[in-house]
């Protein structure tokens, strides 16, 4: 989703360490490979070349979808251990005994779950022992917030 995501400053600042990674070093390298891979010679059938320069597509489209993000932005508040919010880490239970920790994060990756999915949503703003109903997409399960951090 680009537009409108909530991000702790946390993680606006992973993003912006990201970008300065890309738009710095990551480029350079980029820009050196399309240089020596010039050097050799006929470039409609230079492989080393091709490459680079698809590489350098998708780096150049990462760093626009970075750029668009923390655009379009929005920095909150981290919640802190007494109401969840992006960015916290939240120990849950379900009703069937299945222990469950997650992160609400928009920025994705192992363990998160996005602040607009149907468990995050069901989580934010609530507090520490809150039951919340789950409206998944195949079937609806209740939870129990065991512990946030």
């Known amino acids: 989703m680009v537009g409108g995501e909530r991000l702790t400053e946390k993680q606006a600042s992973a993003l912006r360490d990201e970008l300065t990674e890309l738009e710095g070093p990551r480029r350079a390298e980029v820009i050196a490979a399309i240089k020596k891979a010039r050097e050799f010679g006929d470039l409609s059938e230079n492989f080393e070349y091709h490459a680079a320069k698809n590489e350098q597509g998708l780096l150049e489209a990462r760093i626009r979808t970075l750029r668009a993000r923390l655009d379009h932005s929005e920095i909150v508040e981290d919640a802190g251990s007494h109401e969840v919010g992006v960015g916290s880490v939240v120990d849950i239970e379900g009703d069937g005994g299945q222990a469950m920790t997650v992160e609400i994060s928009a920025l994705g990756g192992a363990g998160t ?22 409206q998944a997409p195949k079937g609806s399960w209740r939870a129990t917030i065991k512990r946030i951090h």
């Open 113 to 134: 779950v996005s602040p607009t999915s149907p468990l995050g949503s069901a989580l934010l703003g609530k507090k520490l022992g809150a039951s919340v109903d789950v």
